[in-house]
């Protein structure tokens, strides 16, 4: 009887985990992310009270013989399943962390990715690197250096997010995983500083550093081509899939998340608990923050009205979408605030000085001068951007 109770209570702490950071839970629950960082924090102390309650049980039934081996058996299958759904499944099996990424140029990502693909676009220091959307969703995570900082660019399918941090925090660098998503979002997981960190504000929810964000870089989603026009001398990801395994995820993936998530109304997890209704659920907006005050620019708008000179929390800025690029530049050049039109692709300031979209001046009396790349929230579907900012305002274009 005692090996009984001791196998069926070694269920009990990795159940619990599995509920609590196991990803696919939140179909029926959402649990508070303190919790979460409670049970990823202690998660050896949780896994081994499991297992050794289970192995004390076994032996308790060989000593005394007084429980079914059968009961062993599926307990202890039921506690290796539940270790597995609370602490492998996303950051292990479906979503590893990619830390030795191998890259390719330009001319031979031409012959593996089509023009209209989308890659996420990073430049750091005048080293640009492009993640294609369809390599880059899993992983999720993938650690590298760029421009000289170590740095972790984080995709998220559900938000249509990338956003790309500095993988240092008070002198320690970090290794990240993605145990589980909240709201849609996916939170991620420092192991080697005990933080969680929530992946659309950067934000250290619990651990070292905590009430800190985390320092970003501009991240772009764009297609291959108008990248590769902006950086021809970019070098691409290579993680196309290996392996059986590898192939049978990313199709389910691609297919259950990346084109039903963008079909149906809502979300995929069903823990927001309302839809801001301004804008459709599933609308792509570029999401800014200055000042303590939040916009988002719908694209469809802004690519109708290519240029936008606007102030967001007394920060003067300009949001372009030109030739399938979208970004967000200040827009104060030597102590003058520029007003900027389109012309042939180019953004035009007052002065006639001609700006590529990556921000530099290519002709004209400020030739030479570069525009200071804002981060921003490039693309992220509007369900996400409004139910992390629900104060948040809505550009509309001037009729």
Known sequence: MVATILAVTALIPVGAAS?????FSQMVYKPKRRT????????FWIIGASFDLWLAAVVLHFVLDDT??????????????????????SPYVIFPSLRKPEW????????????????????????????????????????ETIGGESVVMSYCLLSNLGVTFR???????????????????????????DRLIQQIDGSVLHGEGVGQPLETYPTLIMSWAAWRRLHPDTTVLHNPPAGLWDRFVRRFIGTKFLE?????????????????????????????????????????????????????????????ALDGVVAVFERTVGGDVLVF??????LVDGTGTTWDMTGRATGGQNEGSQLVPYPHHNRILWFIWSNFNPATEVFEVAS
Request: with cysteine; net charge negative; glycine share 8%.
């Open 19 to 23: 509920m609590i950071t196991g990803d």
């Open 36 to 43: 979460v960082h409670l049970f990823l924090k202690h998660r």
């Open 68 to 89: 079914s081996v059968v009961l062993l058996v599926v307990t202890g299958l039921f506690v290796a399943l539940f270790t597995l759904l609370g602490y492998g499944m």
């Open 104 to 143: 390719i140029s330009a001319d031979e990502a031409d012959s593996v990715i089509r023009d209209d693909d989308d890659v996420i676009g990073v430049e750091i220091k005048g080293d640009a690197r492009a993640y294609p959307v369809d390599w880059s969703f899993r992983p999720h995570l993938i650690q």
């Open 167 to 193: 993988a240092e925090m008070d002198g320690t660098s970090m290794n990240c995983i993605m145990p589980i998503q909240w709201e849609n979002n996916m939170v991620i997981y420092d192991t080697s500083g």
């Open 260 to 320: 039903e998530n963008r079909r149906r109304e809502g979300p995929m997890f069903p823990t927001i608990d309302s839809i801001d209704d301004r804008l459709p659920s599933k609308a792509e907006v570029v999401g800014v923050e200055a000042g303590g005050i939040q916009r988002a620019y719908p694209v469809e708008q802004l690519v109708a009205a290519r240029v936008v000179n606007d102030d967001v929390g007394g920060l003067p800025m300009v949001v372009a």
């Open 341 to 346: 039109s389109a012309a042939d692709g180019a």
